[in-house]
Every structure is written in structure tokens, then in C-alpha cells.
């Protein structure tokens, strides 16, 4: 049945387990939290709509070619670099970190989006570099990211 999945999904079954063991435990333990202090009930409703939307993303984006990333690349150093600089622009402090944008009664840590776009960069720029990949290489694309 493993072999099935990973064929037919591309799925690795064992990295998908232990990630959905982790989830499980983390909602329970802030479930559990919960039950003793009811101010922190809004903080486990909150992490279960994104826990829904984070496993809606997680399906779309495993089911995208990996290939197409790599002509996304550019668009995502452009998009990350705007991020950065809206932070630096815009950016409000909570609890003491200044890297939040507001939107509303959204904060939006674009941090960390950018860490998933340097990701998709650094990818394509050393699938570009092409093979050997030595540490050199990889040392100076990370150095120049």
C-alpha cells in the first residue's frame, strides 16, 4: 500500500506520517491548553482554520509540476525582494518585532514567505549553475542570495 501512494500521489508515505503525528500532537496539546484556560480557545480555533488552509496548500502545490518553480524563480526574487522592502517601509512592531504588515485585522509576517521564495530561487539558480554542484558553488549562490 506505501508503494501505491507514493506512486500515485508522488507522496513520500513515512515524511507524510510524521508530519501528520506532529500536527496531531501540537492540536492536542493546544486543545488540551484549552480546556484549563478558556482565553486561549480563539488561539485553537485560529490554528485549526490554518492547520485546514495549510493542508489545502500543502494538496495544491504537491499536485503542481516542480518543473514550473523553476520559471517562477525570478518572479519570486522580485517578489521577495518587494516584501523585504515593505517591511522596511510599513512595518509595525509586535511583540517586539518589527517585521509585521498589517492588513486590516490580518499581520502578515512576509519573512516568512520569503524564506519558501528564497527556497524556490536558490533551487532554480542551482539547477542553472548545473552539476557538480561542490560547496563552492552552493556556498557562494547562498552567499549572493
Known sequence: MLERLRAAAGWDPWLLALTALLI???????????LTRPDLVPLFHRQLVALGIGLVAFIVISLLDYRAYRSWAPWA???????LVLVLVLGHT??????????GALNFQPVEAVKLLWVVVLAAYLAHVGPPLTARKTVTAGLLL
Do not use: D
Not at 24 to 34: T, V
Open 24 to 34: 496531531a500532537i501540537g492540536i492536542a496539546e493546544l486543545y488540551s491548553s484549552s
Open 77 to 83: 526574487f522580485v517578489v521577495a525582494a518587494v516584501l
Open 94 to 103: 509586535i511583540r517586539g518585532t518589527t517585521g509585521w504588515i498589517r492588513f
